[in-house]
C-alpha cells in the first residue's frame, strides 16, 4: 500500500505548515517542550509507582499511589495531543520509520501494563489502609512493574532514536 | 562574563578522548537518551515527593514519601554526567546558548530552594508530630519546585533552536550569546 500521496496531503495541510514553518516559539518548540515535560509527568509518576511495587518507600501505602495516576494521565494526554501534532507535522519522518511503529508499540504495552497494575493494587479491597503491611507483593506483581519499566525506557530511546534513524524527512525532500 | 565564557569554550576545546568517543554514531544518542530517562526519574521522585506536598495522596505520610527523593537525586546525577559529556563535546553549543543560560538558572532555583526546604520546613515535617498537611511554606516551596524542573526541561528542550551563530558587532548583553 502506497500511503505516500496521504503523507503529502497531510503535509499540505495549514495545521502541518503551521507546526513546521512557524517561526513562533508556540509551534514546533513548544510542542516539542510539551512533549518532553508530559513525558517527565507520565513516565515519572509511573516509574514512582513500579519502584514502590519493587520495595522503594516501604512505608507509602501502595494504595494511596492511586491518587498520582490522575497527574500520569494528564501526562499521558498531554504527549497524546502534542504526539498527534509532531505527527501532522513530520508524518513521513515517522510513518516511514519503523523505530516510530516500535515506540508506540512501546508505550502501548506500557499503559496495558499499568491498567493491569492499577487493577492489582487501586481497585481491590475496600477503604483505604494506612498499613503498608496489608498489601502483600506478589511476584506476578513485581513482574508487570518490571516489564513497566523496562517498556518505558524503551520507549524513551526509541523516541530519542526517531531523530537519527528517519529515511525521509517530508515528502518533498 | 564574556571573557570568562571564551575561556570556558576555549580550554574545553571539544578535543578529549570523550569528545571523541562522544561524536561516534551511537553515543550521542545513547546519552541522550540515558538524559531523558534520568528527567524520568528526576521528575519521578522529586515531581511526586513535591506533589505530596501540595496535597496529593494526602493520606501518604511526607516523610515516606521523601524515600522517593533519593531516585530523584539519581536521576539528577545521571543528567549531570550525561550533560557534561555533551558540553564537553560541543562547549560553544551550550556555552553561547540563551536556552543553555536559563537552564542553568532554573537548575540554581531548584537547587537554593531544596536547599531552603531542608533549612526551614525539614524538622517539622518530618519531626514526631509531622502533620499530613504539609505547612503553607513547604506547598510554596514544592510549587517553585515544580516550575523551576519544568523550567529546566524547557530551556533544555529548546536549546537546539537557539544555537549561537557567529558575532556580528560589539556585544552588550550581560552574557555571551554568540559565538566570537
Not at chain 1, 122 to 140: C, E, V
Amino acid at each position: 500500500m502506497n500511503i505516500d500521496p496521504f503523507l503529502a496531503w497531510v503535509e499540505s495541510t495549514a495545521l502541518s505548515q503551521w507546526v513546521v514553518g512557524s517561526p513562533s516559539m508556540f509551534a514546533f518548540p513548544g510542542i516539542l517542550t510539551l512533549h518532553a515535560i508530559g513525558m517527565g509527568f507520565a513516565v515519572g509518576v509511573s516509574a514512582a509507582i513500579d519502584l514502590r511495587i519493587l520495595g522503594v518507600a516501604p512505608n507509602v501505602p501502595l494504595r494511596e499511589l492511586r491518587r498520582f495516576v490522575p497527574i500520569l494521565w494528564a501526562g499521558f494526554w498531554l504527549n497524546a495531543v502534542s504526539g498527534v501534532l509532531l505527527l501532522i507535522g513530520y508524518p513521513t519522518k515517522a510513518l516511514t520509520n519503523p523505530v516510530f511503529y516500535l515506540k508506540l508499540t512501546l508505550i502501548a504495552v506500557a499503559m496495558v501494563l499499568l491498567v493491569r497494575i492499577s487493577r492489582q493494587v487501586f481497585a481491590t479491597g475496600s477503604g483505604a489502609s494506612l498499613n503498608p503491611l496489608d498489601q502483600p507483593i506478589s511476584s506476578r506483581l513485581r513482574n508487570l512493574a518490571i516489564a513497566s519499566l523496562i517498556c518505558w525506557s524503551g520507549a524513551i530511546t526509541a523516541g530519542r532514536l526517531l531523530a537519527y534513524t528517519y529515511h525521509r524527512l517530508t515528502q518533498s525532500h | 562574563m564574556h571573557d570568562f565564557q571564551i575561556w570556558l569554550v576555549t580550554t574545553i576545546g571539544g578535543r578529549s578522548v570523550i569528545a571523541d568517543v562522544m561524536r561516534t554514531a551511537w553515543a550521542w544518542p545513547l546519552a541522550e537518551s540515558l538524559h531523558f530517562l534520568g528527567l524520568c526519574l528526576l521528575i519521578g521522585g522529586v515531581g511526586s515527593f513535591d506533589l505530596r506536598l501540595l496535597g496529593v495522596g494526602r493520606r501518604i505520610p511526607i516523610a515516606a514519601m521523601h524515600r522517593f527523593i533519593p531516585w530523584g537525586l539519581l536521576g539528577f546525577a545521571i543528567n549531570i554526567a550525561t550533560g557534561t559529556l555533551f558540553i564537553l563535546t560541543e562547549p560553544d553549543q551550550y556555552i553561547y546558548n540563551p536556552s543553555f543560560h536559563f537552564k542553568l538558572l532554573f537548575m540554581t532555583i531548584g537547587g537554593l530552594n531544596a536547599a531552603t526546604f531542608y533549612l526551614t520546613s525539614y524538622r517539622r515535617i518530618f519531626g514526631p508530630d509531622a502533620p499530613l498537611d504539609a505547612p503553607r511554606r513547604a506547598k510554596v516551596i514544592a510549587a517553585i519546585s515544580l516550575c523551576a524542573w519544568i523550567g529546566v526541561i524547557t530551556g533544555g528542550r529548546l536549546l537546539t533552536f537557539y544555537r549561537p551563530s557567529a558575532c556580528e558587532g560589539p556585544q552588550t548583553s550581560l552574557l555571551l550569546t554568540c559565538a566570537p
